[in-house]
Nanobody, 118 residues
Framework: QVQLVESGGGLVQPGGSLRLSCAVSGVTVDYYDIGWFRQAPGKQREGVACISRSDGSTYYGASVKGRFTISRDNAKNTVYLQMNSLKPEDTAVYHC???????????WGQGTQVTVSS
């Protein structure tokens, strides 16, 4: 069974950067489409980015497009989310999971907290 463990969250100032990691086990990282979604208190879950298992194509939510980049390292069986130009509204718990579309995820991990604040 697929397992996913997120890491790399933390506190960062507005305009700063963070890189999140999602270590995948149980399957190879290109067995499924893998992606990231976030959950902030009082807000709906929001799909952030996904990477295709077949050709590595990527797609992003409108609020992060141009600032965030999803990638994967097959040798390390890990998916990354590079987050640049962070804003306070990016504050949330970020989860990686099997991506069926930006609005639909399965088998997600426990998440990593990202806080953007001065």
């Amino acid at each position: 069974q697929v397992q996913l463990v997120e890491s790399g969250g933390g506190l960062v100032q507005p305009g700063g950067s963070l890189r999140l990691s999602c270590a995948v086990s149980g399957v190879t990282v290109d067995y499924y489409d893998i992606g990231w979604f976030r959950q902030a208190p009082g807000k709906q879950r929001e799909g952030v980015a996904c990477i295709s298992r077949s050709d590595g194509s990527t797609y992003y939510g409108a609020s992060v497009k141009g600032r965030f980049t999803i990638s994967r390292d097959n040798a390390k069986n890990t998916v990354y989310l590079q987050m640049n130009s962070l804003k306070p509204e990016d504050t949330a718990v970020y989860h990686c999971g099997v991506c069926y579309g930006l609005g639909d995820f399965g088998f997600w991990g426990q998440g990593t907290q990202v806080t953007v604040s001065s």
